[in-house]
């Protein structure tokens, strides 16, 4: 690290420790946001759903999400964004609160590192990190600070995932011992392979910004805008989708992380300009007494439900656009061995209350549990996910989905990506909160 980065980087952080949180005489957030990518302009447009928060900062490598999130942003909630041309100068503004980190993945932890070091308030999109061993890293740093990092994986603020747990939590489902999730597309965009601007260039494109510490590369348009598609920057279907996946189990089950994973991937149809996999499929241990199976295609968006289906003794969940419960309502039978056994042992064995009362078909008349679907109302959960944000910022603390949950969510992806790389088993080393190895 250079002398003038350290210093600025120690300056920062003695401010930090300090000084009490920033805010404005209208007691507004004023929230800087780094990356103005698509995925950004759909949580920009739900920040500003709620009047407590205003945009005062932007930067991005690409010229033309600059363009746009002036015009997208400016004047609602008296937005008036500054466009600035590296993130720090965001981070050095003393007027700004909080940070959106929206950025491609291998810039996430250096970002919200100098953030929390700067005195800024993070919400940082998923995957919190882009190797598992900068969790920690981040989750000292938050710590250190006292300021809010929540990670963007919005389906668990969703009415439908909290009225999961609530189901999960009253134990109506029995001892659940496996969760089966999905995340299936069948299109070129679902795979990441999209339209690029006509007008991007050397003259529009940032290349060296976008780059940062990863490795040198000739500039490359698809690159910059199919970044999910290539190592360098990205853990593919693994870190962008299960994620997701892994987020609800673990806000679901009260788990941690798992202990092992192993996994399997390939390159099977989407080939242009890509690297990592387009078909996945993993599955997860877990301390807590359950496995995980993960699974994701982009060749067939109809290759078993999209979502979580959580398995249990006595019932079932699956969540998708949707919730439902379905009861178990099993019955033992075994007629087919019983059969064979002599006859005498079999009219013995029927005589028994029990067996009768648990195999036999009653003639009493009776009602059993049916299947219950709920539906969610309200506001989109992206919505409802950046309103956690903004009422930790003002309480001071932190939501549920924090530094430590964005690590060990993200940390199955990587899991799972070096199972697949290795075709081995990986192992969680639960004293360094790490990959063990």
Not at 25 to 41: E, F, H, L, Y
Not at 136 to 155: D, L, N
Request: proline share 6%.
């Amino acid at each position: 690290m250079s002398t003038s980065r350290r210093t600025f980087l120690q300056t920062a952080a003695l401010a930090a420790a300090a000084a009490p949180p920033a805010r404005s005489a209208n007691d507004k957030v004023q929230v800087g946001v780094i990356g103005c990518g698509a995925r950004s302009q759909e949580i920009m447009k739900a920040l500003l759903a709620h009047p407590q928060a205003s945009i005062t900062s932007i930067c991005d490598a690409y010229k033309g999400r600059i363009e746009r999130t002036m015009s997208e942003v400016t004047g609602r909630n008296g937005s008036q964004p500054v466009a600035r041309k590296d993130y720090r100068e965001i981070l050095a503004d003393k007027s700004i609160d909080a940070v959106l980190i929206a950025t491609p993945d291998h810039w996430h932890a250096r970002m919200v590192i100098d953030a929390v070091n700067a005195g800024k308030d993070v919400y940082c999109e998923k995957p919190l990190t882009f190797r598992s061993s900068e969790g920690p890293e981040i989750i000292a740093a938050a710590k250190r600070t006292g300021k809010m990092v929540q990670v963007g994986s919005q389906p668990i603020s969703s009415a439908l995932q909290q009225k999961a747990k609530e189901i999960v939590k009253s134990g109506r489902l029995g001892q659940i011992t496996m969760i089966r999730a999905a995340y299936n597309r069948n299109t070129a965009g679902g795979a990441w392979i999209y339209p690029i601007p006509p007008d991007a260039s050397p003259e529009t494109v940032d290349w060296d910004k976008f780059l940062g510490s990863a490795p040198k590369e000739p500039f490359s348009l698809e690159r910059f805008f199919r970044w999910r598609c290539y190592n360098d920057y990205s853990g593919g279907i693994a870190t962008d989708l299960f994620v997701h996946l892994c987020t609800s189990i673990h806000f679901l089950m009260d788990a941690k992380v798992p202990g092992r994973a192993v996994g399997l991937g390939e390159l099977l149809r989407w080939k242009e300009s890509r690297e990592v996999p387009d078909t996945i499929n993993a599955v997860l241990e877990y301390p807590e007494g359950f496995v995980a199976n993960l699974s994701a295609t982009f060749n067939n968006q109809s290759a078993g439900e999209t979502g979580v289906q959580v398995l249990g003794t006595k019932g079932s969940l699956s969540i998708g656009n949707t919730l439902t419960f379905t009861p178990e309502n099993v019955r033992e039978d075994n007629r087919w061995i019983v059969d064979s056994w002599p006859k005498m042992l079999e009219d013995a064995y029927y005589k028994d209350p029990k067996v009768r009362e648990a195999e036999l078909p009653t003639r009493r008349p009776r009602t059993v549990p049916a299947t219950e679907t709920f539906r969610g109302e309200g506001p989109d959960s992206s919505i409802t996910h950046l309103g956690a944000w903004l009422e930790s910022i003002r309480t001071r603390q932190p939501h549920w989905e924090d530094a430590s949950a964005g690590h060990h969510a993200a940390a199955c992806a990587h899991m799972v990506n070096q199972a697949a790389r290795t075709r081995r088993v990986v192992e969680w080393d639960f004293e360094k909160d790490d990959i063990r190895g």
